[in-house]
């Protein structure tokens, strides 16, 4: 992060990905302009932007360049604490409410929930942490956690409970009530 001075204001420059916020990183990804970009990642309004000279402008965009190299997106660097998540410990009640938020916000991709559910399930704020730190771990932990809610439904422990449940209902009147006993 470099400082600039642009009409008497003090201005942030970003000049790496872990200079910017995770929250700030996905609004930006998404934005096709150029000086759009710019402006979000220094915090300039476009007025001020657009009056600058060329060879200012010329060095603002060479200090944001880094944003070309998307290839962070791919990141599969997870810190240890993600790695070491228990993802079988998750309740029912957290598992539902991920759920709800990717099936209620359909017009969103994964990368823009997941500080809403990463929030759910670990308690922990990612929004304003270096993208560049989170976005490996955003990767690796949505992805792990995907797969353990699918194997979760057709493990044999699931299969073994339904089948269970199926021999003890089998017979009851609406009347009837049977105790189980879940953890």
Same mark, same amino acid.
């Given at each position: 992060m470099i400082k600039a001075e642009i009409k008497g204001k003090i201005y942030d420059v970003p000049t790496t990905w872990h200079d910017v916020t995770y929250i700030k990183a996905i609004k930006i990804i998404k934005m096709e302009d150029i000086e759009d970009v710019a402006c979000e990642l220094i915090g300039i309004d476009k007025e001020t932007f657009y009056s600058l000279q060329n060879e200012s402008v010329n060095i603002l965009f060479n200090c944001i360049d880094f944003i070309k190299d998307v290839s962070i997106i791919k %990141?599969?660097?997870?810190? @240890?604490? +993600?790695?070491? +998540?228990?993802?079988? &410990?998750?309740?029912?009640? @957290?598992?539902?409410?991920?759920?709800?938020? *990717?099936? %209620?916000?359909?017009?969103?991709?994964?990368?823009?929930?997941?500080?809403? *559910?990463?929030? *759910?399930?670990?308690?922990? @704020? *990612? %929004?304003?942490?270096?993208?560049?730190?989170?976005?490996?771990?955003?990767? +690796? +932990?949505?992805?792990?956690?995907?797969?353990?809610? &699918? %194997?979760?439904?057709? &493990?044999?422990?699931?299969?073994?409970?339904?089948?269970?449940?199926?021999?003890?209902?089998?017979?009851?009147? @609406?009347?009837?009530?049977?105790?189980?006993?879940?953890?």
């Open positions: %990141s599969e660097n997870p810190e @240890d604490r +993600f790695k070491d +998540f228990d993802y079988g &410990s998750l309740t029912y009640g @957290d598992t539902e409410k991920v759920r709800k938020i *990717i099936n %209620s916000n359909a017009d969103k991709t994964f990368l823009e929930l997941a500080p809403e *559910i990463v929030k *759910i399930l670990t308690g922990e @704020d *990612i %929004s304003e942490k270096p993208f560049s730190k989170m976005i490996g771990n955003v990767g +690796f +932990f949505l992805n792990q956690w995907i797969v353990s809610t &699918s %194997s979760m439904m057709n &493990s044999p422990k699931a299969k073994e409970m339904k089948s269970k449940l199926e021999q003890e209902l089998k017979g009851l009147t @609406d009347s009837e009530a049977s105790v189980l006993t879940l953890n």
